[in-house]
């Protein structure tokens, strides 16, 4: 058994901003220490901590986990759509454990993920089918949320269950950090808009998501601008967090309440569940280190940006 994690911020806006031509330097410079280390490391499988943001998951059921036997990406913001390469027997396995550790967990035998979940793996290996992965879906975009403290347990146990595996697992933890892009929200819906939430008539047309995209692609412009409405970034709190997250003990985030999360880091700051996740997972395994760290406020993202490599001790 070995086990490994890689966290890191996403941003459809990736292919779609015009960034400062330092900010674009780091960036890639980022991205390519993360390839190294996850291409050095060379998983035999994936176990991918992901949100959505309403394109598989929608308020007419929307749990707090769910592990997918079988997945396929909507290819959202021009990422890559098609089927990812689930390893059913594994998934099934790994969620059959973490039910059996009384955590309340849903199945997908037919999983849809967008660009949270396909991004990383995309600047990774430039193909989702590439390597095999299990899709873990954590509700990052949906009011009510969870506590923390049962992501944390939600974590440790899927790291307790790859312990015991003779395999290579790599750890993707796939969201945040402060951000509040203009995604619509159930108590102030229009009612076309409670529809998309509720995924009322099917899956969301070409025209519709295209309009979509376009008014958090303008959003990001006005932002970088500072014209924008949406919340500001909140860099002390990212640095708090990833703080957090390195010194090995999660236990402090469990007081830590989404109205808050909310109220500080923006109502977008909850995909960061998905890094409590994997360090959680990590630190279940045996423990861990930082081995690289990066984070850069980055207005043309509307995202407060991190990238950690993480190894077990």
């Known amino acids: 058994m070995s086990i490994a994690l890689l966290a890191m911020s996403h941003s459809p806006l990736l292919e779609h901003a015009e960034l400062p031509a330092d900010v674009s330097v780091e960036l890639e410079a980022a991205f390519d220490t993360a390839r190294s280390f996850v291409h050095d490391f060379d998983p035999d499988v994936i176990v991918n901590f992901a949100p959505d943001h309403y394109n598989g998951f929608f308020y007419t059921l929307m749990p707090a986990f769910c592990i997918g036997y079988a997945a396929e990406s909507i290819g959202d913001y021009g990422s890559q759509a098609g089927r990812l390469n689930v390893p059913e027997d594994f998934a099934r396995d790994i969620a059959e454990h973490v039910i059996g550790d009384e955590i309340d967990l849903a199945v997908s035998l037919e999983m849809q993920v967008d660009h949270g979940a396909v991004q990383p793996i995309e600047l990774l290996y430039k193909d989702i089918a590439a390597k095999p992965v299990v899709p873990v879906f954590i509700n990052s975009v949906a009011p009510p949320f969870t506590p923390v403290k049962r992501i944390r347990l939600l974590g440790e146990s899927i790291g307790r269950y790859l312990s015991t595996v003779d395999k290579k697992v790599l750890l993707i933890a796939s969201g945040g950090l402060s951000h509040d892009p203009p995604v619509p929200k159930l108590a102030t819906a229009t009612v076309e808009q409670r529809k998309a939430l509720l995924g009322k008539g099917g899956p969301i047309s070409a025209e519709a998501r295209d309009a979509r995209q376009q008014r958090v692609i303008d959003a990001a412009r006005d932002f970088a601008a500072g014209t924008a409405t949406i919340q500001d970034l909140a860099p002390e709190w990212d640095r708090e967090l990833m703080s957090i997250l390195a010194s090995g003990d999660l236990t402090p985030l469990d007081s830590w309440s ?39 406020p980055i207005r043309e993202l509307i995202a407060g940006f991190g990238l950690t490599t993480v190894v077990q001790r």
Do not use: F, Q
Not at 268 to 282: D, F, K, M, N, P
């Open 258 to 296: 989404p109205d808050e999360m909310t109220k500080i880091a923006g109502n977008s700051s909850h995909e960061v569940r998905t890094w409590i996740a994997g360090y959680a997972a990590l630190s279940a395994a045996g423990g861990y280190e930082v081995a690289y760290s990066y984070y850069r």
